[in-house]
């Protein structure tokens, strides 16, 4: 079985401060990773992925992500926040190759960017 | 290009009343298909998984059903609702060529 831990429920910065969120997987087989952003009373929106190759993910709105596999972790990180990215960020997983794809998720992250 | 529905936005419900809540695909066949909750503090739990018509996994007992009368429609019903499921409702699918889910709106649902 499959499991994802957030380590911080809730994550206040300044706004140009850099950020991480960190996530640590748990999994006895492949897995793909992912990270979603939620704003407030929406659906989940895909952030950024890693699938395979590059061990360093990026999005269009500067976060990046690395994948650690010795580590069993894929932080999510941002040299510099805006308001705008005030939200619940979602660390998730699903088995590589799998028919289902199921995602399993972890509790999430508050991300607050004050001025 | 493909798109999600679900609806409504937003329910309040008695105890003991049934449910219905709907969610549609377009743009794309033979989507996987899941429901999630979102409870405050507790991240997304899935509800159902389908991947194909008429054929639905549940990963948790609860108080809930749900269906896939069509390949693109996913229903999730309850006869009679307890105040415990109150939260927030996600719709998700995948297609065969994909990797990740993608996710409608969503439904708060309020059990009073």
């Known amino acids: 079985a499959q499991s994802v831990t957030q380590l911080d429920s809730q994550v206040p910065v300044f706004e140009e401060a850099p950020v991480e969120l960190r996530c640590n997987y748990s999994?006895?087989?492949?897995?793909?990773l992912f990270w979603y952003v939620q704003y407030p009373n929406q659906g989940l929106q895909l952030l950024l992925k890693y699938l395979s190759g590059s061990t360093l993910v990026k999005s269009i709105n500067g976060f990046e992500a690395e994948f650690n596999k010795s580590q069993t972790s894929f932080h999510l990180r941002k040299p510099s926040v805006h308001i705008s990215d005030t939200a619940e960020y979602f660390c998730a997983v699903s088995v590589r190759g799998g028919s289902q794809g199921n995602l399993i998720f972890g509790k999430g992250t508050k991300l607050s960017v004050k001025p | 290009s493909q798109t999600i529905h679900q609806w409504p936005a937003t329910l309040v419900q008695p105890v003991g009343s049934p449910l219905s809540l709907e969610c549609t695909v377009e743009g794309t066949s033979n989507p996987n298909l899941y429901w999630y909750r979102q409870a405050a503090g507790r991240g997304l739990q899935l509800l159902f998984y389908s991947i194909g018509i008429d054929q639905i996994s549940s990963e948790v007992p609860q108080n809930l059903s749900a269906s896939r009368p069509q390949d693109r429609q996913f229903i999730l019903s309850s006869k009679k609702l307890l105040l415990s499921d109150s939260g927030f409702y996600l719709c998700?699918?995948?297609?065969?060529?994909?990797?990740?889910?993608?996710f409608g709106q969503g439904t708060r649902l309020t059990v009073v």
């Open positions: 998700a699918w995948k297609g065969q060529a994909n990797t990740e889910a993608f």
């Open positions: 999994s006895s087989v492949s897995v793909y």
